[in-house]
């Protein structure tokens, strides 16, 4: 997409502000496969408030604002145990061992 637009509108789910494009909104299937996750496990996330943030429109159309979902990934984050790290030190039960 082009920047550089004198208004701020929509367009194609991307908000433009002057000349800077904001960060993308992404529709429940756009998300679904980013993240690699089912729409319908979306849909739970939402009923159950524990998913990324997003806006019901008046059209009834949900989006995922882009610079919220950024935030909502980087604040969920997960890093790999180290090599010398046992699964039991991370507070796991281990399964039927």
Avoid at 53 to 77: C, M, N, T
Wanted: glycine content about 12%; aromatic content about 12%; proline content about 7%.
């Amino acid at each position: 997409m082009v920047c550089g637009q004198s208004s701020a509108f929509r367009r194609k789910g991307c908000f433009f502000m002057g000349k800077y494009e904001a960060v993308k909104d992404y529709t429940p299937l756009e998300l679904s496969e980013r993240i690699g996750t089912s729409r319908n496990t979306l849909a739970r996330w939402r009923d159950l408030g524990t998913g990324p943030p997003f806006s019901k429109l008046p059209s009834g159309k949900i989006v995922y604002p882009g610079d919220q979902l950024e935030a909502w990934l980087h604040r969920h984050l997960q890093t790999p145990p180290s090599k010398t790290e046992k699964w039991w030190s991370r507070g796991t039960d281990g399964g039927d061992l």
